[in-house]
């Protein structure tokens, strides 16, 4: 009930305001009115040239006239007639305005000089309408045009704002309001629903619904050109996977090099260090010596003369070089001399 309610409003909403426009001056014409809206209806040029008028529906007189005068508007409440432009202005237009109508004319001695018919349809403007847009199986796509209120819908199709042609429809699948396209049909689709007092339209963005178009060469060697599910795809690898694996590859074996470089690098600059440490530490030992000579004497031995010359001997006692202890892992050079004696 509150559903019911809620649209009634609506299509009030919708109505107010909407007016709608009828040359009545040709026989037969064919008029529509929107349910609760105005018509502006043209009945003649100019009434002050005619010497009387009428117009009624099947059943009633609704307006009587001679020249600039109006004589009877049975319903004056919701009309307005201007008799120098021969228009007739309906407001809120009931389901009852809706019938066929005579507009007859008469001269200045009452005697019947014309007669036209005309046929007034009122209709509820539509309130909105909806698209519901399902993939199938195999990738088509099932349209639904759903159109809130309104009277006698008519449905257009359109694609990126041309016609949608039947190349882009599954074979006998084209209804009123409902398509079915390919797999491969894409685009802004739009539905047009409208009537003789109203037109509204709503639009869906078509996708592919899962699927890709694959083109590639599989592990046999054989040549895959089709549209395909991408979740379940196994035909063969896209080049994007391909793409992707070698990218990974080449950032890890990338990586890994570099890594080889740094550990190279640090391994040479410790061992350049070492290296300049130890030459360093020799060095420097090397400074340190000292060299102490300690109770040297020259004696003259008394026992022994060669060819008229006097045997010279040289003692050395308590000679030595103190120096600073050196690392273990050096080859040990220190000398010491104790009571080393030559003699001649």
């Not at 209806?41 to 099947?58: G, T, V």
Request: hydrophobic share 35%; net charge negative.
């Amino acid at each position: 009930m509150a559903a019911m309610v809620g649209l009634l409003l609506m299509l009030l909403r919708v109505s107010h305001g909407v007016e709608t426009h009828c040359d009545g001056r040709k026989d037969g014409a064919l008029c529509y009115g929107a349910l609760g809206g105005s018509l502006v209806l043209q009945l003649m040029d100019d009434a002050s040239e005619i010497p009387r008028y009428e117009w009624k529906n099947e059943t009633t007189k609704i307006l009587l006239g001679r020249n600039s005068n109006i004589i009877r508007n049975n319903i004056e409440q919701r009309s307005v007639f201007t008799p120098t432009t021969g228009t007739f202005k309906i407001k809120n237009l009931n389901r009852n305005d809706g019938s066929n109508y005579t507009f007859t004319l008469y001269d200045e001695e009452n005697r019947l000089s014309g007669s036209r018919t005309l046929t007034l349809s009122i209709q509820a403007p539509l309130a909105s309408v909806q698209l519901k847009h399902d993939c199938l199986s195999l990738g088509e796509k099932r349209v639904s045009c759903s159109v809130n209120g309104g009277d006698g819908p008519q449905y257009r199709w359109t694609l990126d704002g041309r016609t949608l042609t039947e190349d882009e429809l599954l074979p006998g699948s084209h209804e009123t309001n409902s398509v079915t396209l390919k797999l491969q049909v894409l685009g802004q689709l739009v539905c047009w629903a409208h009537n003789q007092v109203s037109n509204v339209s709503d639009s869906v963005e078509l996708t592919t619904c899962g699927f890709i178009f694959i083109n590639c060469t599989s592990s046999n060697g054989t040549e895959i050109s089709q549209w395909v599910h991408e979740a379940s795809n196994t035909l063969c690898v896209t080049p994007t996977t391909v793409s992707t694996s070698v990218a990974i590859s080449t950032t890890l074996a990338g990586v890994l090099a570099a890594l080889v470089i740094l550990v190279a690098v640090a391994i040479a600059i410790t061992c350049h260090q070492n290296k300049k440490q130890r030459n360093k530490t020799k060095a420097e030992e090397d400074d340190d010596q000292e060299l102490t000579y300690a109770d040297v004497r020259i004696v003259q031995q008394q026992a022994r003369q060669v060819e008229h010359r006097s045997d010279m001997g040289v003692e050395y006692g308590q000679v030595k070089f103190s120096e600073r202890p050196r690392q273990t892992d050096e080859r040990n050079d220190d000398c010491v001399y104790s009571q080393v004696r030559g003699a001649r």
